[in-house]
């Protein structure tokens, strides 16, 4: 067994993406995503640790996955086309875990963070891969060490045993139909992409206002939030500021930028997210419908959005690029709220 050095408590705040797995909320850091994928065809691995469940050809390179479950100890559950693959990088390699559901991507304080021992008796044996807990509000969000994610992966052997039920029968429940989306997605991955490596290429979170898609520079952007359900109203405030509600023990402005945009937000308010962005003292956040996806995008395939469908936007747009057949418009968003006219003194709040 690889022995790893002692994990330390952190020192500074840090981004996690949260996600759901069979009724628990997990975290990973945000500095270890590499990308979010929707769940694909694997192929059958061999001298691999059974929790081990396929591996997929990812942009040229073998991506193993990992099941959290079988990682656990514990006894799988069947896959739905639903599912989610998060590809984390640790020491130069990467790995795909498969979770039910991305959430959010979350800013975390030291004080929130506590060391654990609820996994090191069950993990001993593979390696405990959560050493710390986070408290968030009256919920515990157990984090996912990705460096102990791969160490199993190093030590892979013959003679392991392959995993108790295999990934085809995991899926044995799905429709045709669905199955093919599966392979579909395999196949759509397959292809090199220079854009995860190359150092001009632009990491987006796509996000969804009313029936738009749009690119967001992932650096602008504090967190992602659920939509707070209970706001206060601002007096004597323009149509786009929706609100204020206490974050973190400051002030969050909301503010509707589908307004500025000529379009219109068709979530409910318990399924609308929220763009936080900080600089400095300027603390605002963002109504939109949805987070789609964390994607890398090459700036030689961004064009002009003169001449585009989107050109009506053009004044808060950096540019177009496709994805997956759609047609994303790369959204300055601090732009936008940062406008003077936008913001707000917090002293009428």
Same mark, same amino acid.
């Given at each position: 067994?690889?022995?790893?050095?002692?994990? *330390?408590?952190? *020192?500074?705040?840090?981004?996690?993406?949260?996600?759901? +797995?069979?009724?628990?909320?997990?975290?990973?850091?945000?500095?270890?995503?590499?990308?979010?994928?929707? $769940?694909?065809e694997l192929a059958p691995v061999v001298e691999m640790p059974p929790y081990v469940v396929g591996a997929m050809n990812y942009r040229g390179h073998t991506l193993p996955v990992v099941d959290l479950l079988q990682r656990f100890g514990r006894e799988?559950?069947?896959?739905?086309?639903?599912?989610?693959?998060?590809?984390?990088?640790?020491?130069?390699?990467?790995?795909?875990?498969?979770?039910?559901?991305?959430?959010? #991507?979350?800013?975390?304080?030291?004080?929130?963070?506590?060391?654990?021992?609820?996994?090191?008796?069950?993990?001993?044996?593979?390696?405990?891969? #959560?050493? +710390?807990?986070?408290?968030?509000?009256?919920?515990?969000?157990?984090? $996912?060490?990705?460096?102990?994610?791969?160490?199993? $992966?190093?030590?892979?052997?013959?003679?392991?045993?392959?995993?108790?039920?295999?990934?085809?029968?995991?899926?044995?429940?799905? /429709?045709?139909?669905?199955?093919?989306?599966?392979?579909?997605?395999?196949?759509?991955?397959?292809? /090199?992409?220079?854009?995860? *490596?190359?150092?001009?290429?632009?990491?987006?979170?796509?996000?969804?206002?009313?029936?738009?898609?749009?690119?967001?520079?992932?650096?602008?952007?504090?967190?992602?939030?659920?939509?707070?359900?209970? *706001?206060?109203?601002? /007096?004597?405030?323009?149509?786009?500021?929706?609100?204020?509600?206490?974050?973190?023990?400051?002030?969050?402005?909301?503010?509707?930028?589908?307004?500025?945009?000529?379009?219109?937000?068709?979530?409910?308010?318990?399924?609308?997210?929220?763009?936080? #962005?900080?600089?400095?003292?300027?603390?605002?956040?963002?109504?939109?419908?949805?987070?789609?996806?964390?994607?890398?995008?090459?700036?030689?395939?961004?064009?002009d959005v003169e001449g585009s469908v989107l050109a009506a936007n053009h004044g808060f747009l950096r540019g177009v690029a496709e994805h997956s057949g759609r047609l994303v418009g790369i959204l300055d968003l601090l732009g936008i709220v940062m406008?003077?006219?936008? #913001?707000?003194?917090?002293?009428?709040?």
């Open positions: 067994m690889q022995v790893r050095e002692q994990v *330390t408590q952190p *020192t500074e705040a840090f981004q996690v993406l949260l996600f759901e +797995h069979d009724a628990a909320t997990y975290a990973v850091k945000a500095a270890a995503v590499v990308e979010i994928l929707w $769940l694909t799988s559950r069947p896959y739905e086309v639903t599912d989610q693959l998060v590809v984390i990088e640790s020491r130069s390699r990467l790995v795909g875990v498969i979770v039910q559901r991305v959430q959010d #991507i979350i800013h975390v304080q030291p004080n929130d963070v506590h060391e654990t021992e609820a996994f090191a008796s069950a993990g001993a044996e593979r390696g405990q891969i #959560i050493t +710390h807990s986070i408290n968030r509000g009256r919920m515990v969000v157990m984090l $996912l060490d990705h460096d102990a994610v791969m160490d199993g $992966l190093d030590t892979a052997r013959p003679g392991l045993a392959a995993p108790s039920v295999s990934f085809s029968a995991r899926l044995d429940h799905l /429709p045709v139909a669905q199955r093919e989306t599966l392979q579909t997605r395999a196949s759509s991955l397959a292809a /090199p992409s220079a854009a995860e *490596t190359d150092e001009d290429s632009l990491a987006l979170a796509l996000i969804r206002i009313g029936d738009d898609w749009f690119g967001i520079d992932v650096m602008t952007v504090d967190q992602f939030i659920r939509r707070p359900a209970v *706001t206060t109203p601002v /007096p004597c405030s323009p149509p786009h500021v929706f609100g204020a509600s206490n974050f973190e023990g400051d002030v969050l402005t909301l503010v509707d930028v589908s307004t500025a945009l000529d379009s219109t937000l068709t979530g409910t308010s318990e399924d609308s997210r929220v763009v936080v #962005i900080r600089r400095g003292e300027f603390l605002v956040g963002a109504l939109i419908d949805d987070v789609m996806d964390v994607v890398f995008v090459e700036q030689s395939d961004v064009r406008q003077d006219e936008w #913001i707000v003194d917090e002293r009428v709040i």
